[in-house]
């Protein structure tokens, strides 16, 4: 389940290196491990999207102001402290990823990145990508 | 309100005809009926919009993989049994779509499908389309 | 964190102007107030995003008809009395865009505004324009 989906105004889009950021992201989540060093992702599951917004306002619109939000959706089970470890790791690389802009706020950005747990009635997953993952 | 999201990896795009599956998918939402043989999806409520994401990652971006997420979101108040019905009916002709694609493995390909309740705490509808479905 | 992501059917693209939509509903946004005259919303924290669909169908597909799906999430400790306001405020001035529309029926047009309060168990904010905001 672990996915990832990314909203976020198009004037980011020649600013950075998106799909960088999504196999960063990616390989940020399928990396991160519990106190006993389990994985606590399937790497088969991770999917991380990106979508640039056809037409945006953000704020008051009185200057080049860029938006990305981070939505997170994970399955049930997992520990308060892991869900904590994740949203900070996740968090972080996106920061670095950012920094540069952070830093010459051209143009000024805000990330907000959140973690839902899924709360779905009806679930199935079928496909040829989970068994090549299994161990 | 029966409102179904789909988000899918780019790599799809040249490969299947996302346009029939929606109408598929639609057909599908409009066509399920209860125990008594009563439509439980008013049709004039039913929408599938589908979402390439721009960018992406799946898994560890090893190979040629593609994930296709699909969320339906109704209103409360249906059965347990009528969300497993609507749940497996909706998979199934999703499944039936993509069978090409699974069985030639290219790309590999997840595919998983999520109903939720709507949990609104406002809610408004307005326009003309309900209009031409009432009986 | 009011993020208002907005989804719709691409056959409204030509047929009316989303930017001005956004600009008009993220000035509604940050002009809500409550019985105190205090804005309930952050102006440095509100965004308006707009997604055409790349493919869809709507209904029965019998005719061209169009949905336009307006998703606002907000965090949790508004007044009951706050959302309402805010729902109708919103939903009204979204009317009120598309009245042309729904004059002409060119197309047929359905719109849904629902309201959700945020139920993240993570949630981090990082950037440079909430500082441009603070009073």
């Given at each position: 389940m672990p996915h990832l989906a990314i909203q976020y105004t198009p004037n980011l889009e020649s600013k950075t290196d998106m799909t960088a950021l999504c196999k960063k992201l990616a390989n940020t989540i399928t990396g991160i491990t519990d106190e006993t060093g389990?994985?606590?992702?399937p790497t088969g599951g991770t999917r991380v999207l990106a979508y640039p917004a056809a037409h945006f306002a953000v704020a008051d619109s009185s200057r080049d102001m860029a938006f990305i939000y981070l939505h997170f959706r994970v399955m049930k089970g997992r520990s308060s402290a892991m869900l904590l470890k994740s949203g900070e790791l996740l968090s972080k690389a996106t920061h670095e990823h950012f920094a540069p802009i952070l830093a010459s706020k051209d143009p000024y950005l805000s990330i907000t990145f959140q973690i839902d747990e899924s709360t779905e009635v009806f679930d199935s997953r079928h496909g040829t990508i989970a068994p090549l993952f299994l161990k």
């Open positions: 389990k994985h606590i992702f």
